[in-house]
Nanobody
Framework: QVQLVESGGGVVQPGGSLRLSCAAT????????MGWFRQIPGKEREFVVA????????YYADAVKGRFTMSRDADKKTVYLQMNSLKFEDTAVYYC???????????????????????????WGQGTQVTVSS
């Protein structure tokens, strides 16, 4: 059973920074696309960023490009979301997500880009609150 545990949320002033972590109980990050999503009460969960199974392709939502950076440590089976220049509108619960990528699919398809839809992901963390407030 895959478990994802987020940490690092908190309260920060506009313009500040936070780093979120997501520890995954998986055999290897090289078998998973990993993503970050966020949700405000009353709104749908929205895509923030995702990295593909090999770690060489990362997609960012336009709203966070140039401010957020996703990275991963395959040895620690942990992904990170570095958030800089935070804005009020970044306030949300942030969720880590994982999608298993079948090696046979990679062998037959070649490039498997990171998924960006909520419906694509199989596993979710419990979420961590990020509040940007002055």
């Amino acid at each position: 059973q895959v478990q994802l545990v987020e940490s690092g949320g908190g309260v920060v002033q506009p313009g500040g920074s936070l780093r979120l972590s997501c520890a995954a109980t998986v055999r290897s990050l090289y078998l998973y696309t990993m993503g970050w999503f966020r949700q405000i009460p009353g709104k749908e969960r929205e895509f923030v960023v995702a990295v593909n199974w090999s770690g060489d392709t990362t997609y960012y939502a336009d709203a966070v490009k140039g401010r957020f950076t996703m990275s991963r440590d395959a040895d620690k089976k942990t992904v990170y979301l570095q958030m800089n220049s935070l804005k009020f509108e970044d306030t949300a619960v942030y969720y880590c997500a994982a999608l298993y990528i079948d090696p046979n699919r990679v062998a037959s398809q070649g490039v498997v880009p990171p998924a960006t839809s909520v419906n694509d992901y199989e596993y979710w963390g419990q979420g961590t609150q990020v509040t940007v407030s002055s």
